[in-house]
């Protein structure tokens, strides 16, 4: 079974930088794709970005320019980054895997809390 | 891109069915058969419950169907049991090569 594990809970201030990952087991990582969902505190999910275990990226027009999603294959992991966080990027962060036939997420990682407050 | 538009709950008694609607555009939901749902337990991840409108995982109770219409996607649960309250989320592929959500409806089991 495939599993995503994402890094631990976050607290930082606002203009601070910030790199999130979700690193998935099993082999074939390269045939898979790895997404990245917001959920702020008592809402839905919020489709971020998508990557390909050869750095193929698609973002969603609300987050383009605002995070920025990258991969490192040789270690099965996944990275979501703020260059400078705002308080409104206070969250829950997912990823969430596609295999690369598939329209849908079929596997998540547990979640990232990100706190932002001064 | 605007997030496909669900209600914000639904409710029922043990037994019965409820039926959740998920409305889009010819640009996601009309465009593709590729709408899939998503069942969150509160503090929990997501978990994929129907996907490609209709078909469901290994291991998804068989009171859980997927329909769609137009641009009108719906999740159907039927003898709704206590452990279905939770909040569900639909999601469409979209001819800009992205993902949408639903606002997600909150079920509840009275």
């Known amino acids: 079974e495939v599993q995503l594990v994402q890094s631990g809970a976050e607290v930082k201030k606002p203009g601070e930088s910030l790199k999130i990952s979700c690193k998935g087991s099993g082999d074939n990582f390269i045939n898979y794709w790895i997404a990245w969902v917001r959920q702020m505190p008592g809402k839905g999910l919020e489709w971020m970005g998508i990557i390909s275990g050869d750095s193929d990226i698609r973002y969603s027009p609300s987050f383009q320019g605002q995070v920025t999603i990258s991969v490192d294959k040789s270690i099965r992991t996944a990275y979501l980054r703020w260059s400078s966080l705002k308080a409104s990027d206070t969250a829950m962060y997912y990823c969430a895997r596609r295999i690369s036939t598939a329209a849908y997420f079929d596997s998540w990682g547990q979640g990232t809390l990100v706190t932002v407050s001064s | 891109q605007s997030a496909l538009t669900q209600p914000a709950s639904v409710s029922g008694s043990p037994g019965q069915s409820i039926t959740i609607s998920c409305t889009g555009t010819s640009s996601d939901v009309g465009g593709y058969n590729y709408v899939s749902w998503y069942q969150q337990h509160p503090g929990k991840a997501p978990k994929l419950m129907i996907y490609?409108?209709?078909k469901r995982p290994s291991g998804v109770s068989n009171r859980i169907s997927g329909s769609k219409s137009g641009n009108t996607a719906s999740l159907t649960i039927s003898g709704l049991q206590g452990e279905d309250e939770a909040d569900y989320y639909c999601s469409s592929y979209t001819t800009s090569r992205t993902w949408l959500f639903g606002g997600g409806t909150k079920l509840t089991v009275v």
């Open positions: 490609d409108v209709s």
